[in-house]
Protein backbone atom coordinates (compact mmCIF):
# COMPACT_ATOMS: atom_id res chain seq x y z
CA UNK A 1 0.00 0.00 0.00
CA UNK A 2 1.11 3.25 -0.70
CA UNK A 3 2.41 5.05 2.22
CA UNK A 4 0.73 8.97 2.67
CA UNK A 5 2.27 11.93 4.20
CA UNK A 6 0.70 13.02 6.99
CA UNK A 7 -0.22 16.04 5.96
CA UNK A 8 -1.70 15.13 3.00
CA UNK A 9 -5.02 17.01 1.66
CA UNK A 10 -7.83 14.83 0.31
CA UNK A 11 -8.73 15.47 -2.93
CA UNK A 12 -9.98 18.92 -3.92
CA UNK A 13 -9.53 20.63 0.00
CA UNK A 14 -7.89 23.88 0.52
CA UNK A 15 -6.79 25.30 3.41
CA UNK A 16 -10.28 26.83 5.64
CA UNK A 17 -11.20 28.32 8.63
CA UNK A 18 -12.94 24.91 9.78
CA UNK A 19 -9.52 23.34 10.03
CA UNK A 20 -10.42 20.71 12.88
CA UNK A 21 -12.19 19.04 9.70
CA UNK A 22 -8.58 18.91 7.57
CA UNK A 23 -5.97 18.45 10.15
CA UNK A 24 -4.80 15.06 10.45
CA UNK A 25 -5.71 13.07 13.27
CA UNK A 26 -5.25 10.07 15.82
CA UNK A 27 -9.04 9.04 15.61
CA UNK A 28 -11.84 7.43 12.81
CA UNK A 29 -14.02 8.10 15.59
CA UNK A 30 -13.72 11.97 15.15
CA UNK A 31 -14.88 12.04 11.56
CA UNK A 32 -17.73 9.23 12.27
CA UNK A 33 -18.82 11.72 14.72
CA UNK A 34 -19.15 14.63 12.21
CA UNK A 35 -20.60 12.08 9.83
CA UNK A 36 -23.17 10.98 12.65
CA UNK A 37 -23.80 14.84 13.30
CA UNK A 38 -24.15 15.70 10.00
CA UNK A 39 -26.83 13.04 9.22
CA UNK A 40 -28.95 14.16 12.24
CA UNK A 41 -28.66 17.50 11.30
CA UNK A 42 -30.48 17.11 8.01
CA UNK A 43 -33.00 14.42 9.07
CA UNK A 44 -34.37 17.43 11.09
CA UNK A 45 -33.82 20.01 8.77
CA UNK A 46 -35.02 18.21 5.49
CA UNK A 47 -37.74 16.51 8.04
CA UNK A 48 -39.41 20.03 8.29
CA UNK A 49 -38.58 21.39 4.74
CA UNK A 50 -39.84 18.24 2.86
CA UNK A 51 -43.26 18.78 5.54
CA UNK A 52 -43.79 22.22 4.81
CA UNK A 53 -42.38 22.12 0.97
CA UNK A 54 -45.62 18.96 0.97
CA UNK A 55 -48.51 21.72 1.90
CA UNK A 56 -47.40 24.79 -0.08
CA UNK A 57 -49.69 24.54 -2.67
CA UNK A 58 -53.17 22.33 -0.65
CA UNK A 59 -52.33 25.22 2.37
CA UNK A 60 -51.41 28.20 0.46
CA UNK A 61 -53.23 27.73 -3.01
CA UNK A 62 -51.74 30.82 -5.25
CA UNK A 63 -49.09 32.09 -2.35
CA UNK A 64 -48.05 28.24 -2.52
CA UNK A 65 -47.07 27.69 -6.32
CA UNK A 66 -45.70 31.30 -6.41
CA UNK A 67 -43.55 30.09 -3.05
CA UNK A 68 -42.15 27.45 -4.90
CA UNK A 69 -42.09 28.78 -8.53
CA UNK A 70 -39.38 31.56 -6.37
CA UNK A 71 -37.16 28.07 -4.42
CA UNK A 72 -36.49 26.17 -7.88
CA UNK A 73 -36.11 29.15 -9.96
CA UNK A 74 -33.11 30.58 -7.91
CA UNK A 75 -32.25 27.34 -6.92
CA UNK A 76 -31.75 26.78 -10.97
CA UNK A 77 -29.83 29.75 -11.69
CA UNK A 78 -27.32 29.66 -8.77
CA UNK A 79 -26.15 26.12 -9.61
CA UNK A 80 -24.80 27.77 -12.67
CA UNK A 81 -22.75 29.56 -10.11
CA UNK A 82 -22.72 27.53 -6.80
CA UNK A 83 -19.12 25.62 -7.67
CA UNK A 84 -16.77 28.59 -7.81
CA UNK A 85 -19.08 30.51 -5.10
CA UNK A 86 -18.23 27.56 -2.87
CA UNK A 87 -14.61 27.24 -3.45
CA UNK A 88 -14.53 31.13 -2.12
CA UNK A 89 -16.55 30.33 0.51
CA UNK A 90 -14.76 27.67 1.54
CA UNK A 91 -11.74 29.39 1.70
CA UNK A 92 -13.06 32.59 4.06
CA UNK A 93 -15.39 30.94 5.94
CA UNK A 94 -15.08 26.88 5.48
CA UNK A 95 -17.78 24.59 4.91
CA UNK A 96 -19.39 24.19 8.36
CA UNK A 97 -20.53 27.60 8.27
CA UNK A 98 -21.47 27.45 4.55
CA UNK A 99 -23.56 24.28 5.79
CA UNK A 100 -25.12 25.96 8.96
CA UNK A 101 -25.96 29.18 7.62
CA UNK A 102 -27.39 26.90 4.58
CA UNK A 103 -29.39 24.77 7.24
CA UNK A 104 -30.73 28.07 9.11
CA UNK A 105 -32.27 29.23 6.03
CA UNK A 106 -34.55 26.06 5.21
CA UNK A 107 -35.53 26.63 9.25
CA UNK A 108 -36.63 30.32 8.54
CA UNK A 109 -38.80 29.04 5.35
CA UNK A 110 -40.59 26.23 7.67
CA UNK A 111 -41.17 28.74 10.24
CA UNK A 112 -42.75 31.34 7.79
CA UNK A 113 -45.50 28.56 7.40
CA UNK A 114 -46.80 29.33 10.74
CA UNK A 115 -47.43 32.93 9.75
CA UNK A 116 -51.70 33.43 8.53
CA UNK A 117 -51.15 34.19 5.18
CA UNK A 118 -55.06 33.44 4.45
CA UNK A 119 -57.07 35.52 2.14
CA UNK A 120 -55.86 37.39 -0.40
CA UNK A 121 -52.54 39.29 -1.28
CA UNK A 122 -51.07 41.27 0.52
CA UNK A 123 -47.81 42.57 1.96
CA UNK A 124 -47.41 39.27 4.89
CA UNK A 125 -46.83 37.28 1.69
CA UNK A 126 -43.43 39.03 1.31
CA UNK A 127 -42.47 37.16 4.19
CA UNK A 128 -42.82 33.03 2.77
CA UNK A 129 -41.82 33.89 -0.70
CA UNK A 130 -38.55 35.89 1.06
CA UNK A 131 -37.97 32.67 2.36
CA UNK A 132 -38.52 30.74 0.03
CA UNK A 133 -36.05 32.63 -2.35
CA UNK A 134 -33.90 32.69 0.52
CA UNK A 135 -34.11 28.18 0.10
CA UNK A 136 -33.36 28.63 -3.23
CA UNK A 137 -30.14 30.35 -2.84
CA UNK A 138 -28.89 27.90 -0.03
CA UNK A 139 -29.61 25.05 -1.63
CA UNK A 140 -26.74 24.76 -4.38
CA UNK A 141 -24.63 25.82 -1.02
CA UNK A 142 -25.48 23.53 0.70
CA UNK A 143 -24.55 20.09 -2.06
CA UNK A 144 -20.90 20.89 -0.06
CA UNK A 145 -21.60 18.29 2.29
CA UNK A 146 -20.51 15.74 -0.14
CA UNK A 147 -17.34 17.06 0.31
CA UNK A 148 -17.76 17.15 3.57
CA UNK A 149 -18.39 13.28 3.90
CA UNK A 150 -15.68 12.57 1.54
CA UNK A 151 -13.58 14.55 3.59
CA UNK A 152 -14.25 12.71 6.61
CA UNK A 153 -13.89 9.76 4.94
CA UNK A 154 -10.84 10.39 3.43
CA UNK A 155 -9.40 11.97 6.84
CA UNK A 156 -10.74 8.56 8.75
CA UNK A 157 -8.86 6.29 6.39
CA UNK A 158 -5.69 8.07 6.61
CA UNK A 159 -5.82 8.51 10.64
CA UNK A 160 -2.83 6.26 12.17
CA UNK A 161 -4.00 3.01 12.75
CA UNK A 162 -1.81 1.11 14.96
CA UNK A 163 0.64 -0.92 13.00
CA UNK A 164 1.59 1.67 10.58
CA UNK A 165 0.81 2.82 7.32
CA UNK A 166 0.38 -0.94 5.92
CA UNK A 167 -2.93 -1.01 8.30
CA UNK A 168 -4.96 2.08 7.24
CA UNK A 169 -8.29 1.25 5.40
CA UNK A 170 -8.16 2.46 1.68
CA UNK A 171 -9.76 5.32 0.77
CA UNK A 172 -12.77 3.71 -1.09
CA UNK A 173 -13.73 1.11 2.13
CA UNK A 174 -13.75 3.94 4.13
CA UNK A 175 -16.13 5.85 2.27
CA UNK A 176 -18.32 2.80 1.62
CA UNK A 177 -18.33 2.59 5.72
CA UNK A 178 -19.17 6.71 6.27
CA UNK A 179 -22.28 6.67 3.49
CA UNK A 180 -25.07 4.68 4.80
CA UNK A 181 -24.12 7.03 7.82
CA UNK A 182 -25.46 9.62 6.08
CA UNK A 183 -27.78 8.01 2.94
CA UNK A 184 -31.30 9.42 4.74
CA UNK A 185 -33.98 10.20 2.31
CA UNK A 186 -34.29 13.63 3.94
CA UNK A 187 -29.76 14.48 2.71
CA UNK A 188 -30.89 15.05 -0.65
CA UNK A 189 -31.26 18.50 -1.04
CA UNK A 190 -34.82 20.20 -2.89
CA UNK A 191 -34.94 16.32 -3.97
Known sequence: MEKTDATAQPPGARAARDSPLIEPCENEARYRGAVVVLSLGFCGVFGGFQAAQGLQTSLNATLGGLNLACLYGVFTLLCLVAPPLLAGLERFVGLRLVMSLSALAYVA????????????????WAVPITMNVLVGAAAPLLTCQNDYLSRCA?????????????????????????????????TRPLG
Open 154 to 186: WWAAHCAAPGGDEHRAPAAETTTRFNPSSSSPF
Open 109 to 124: MVLANVIDTSGGPSAI
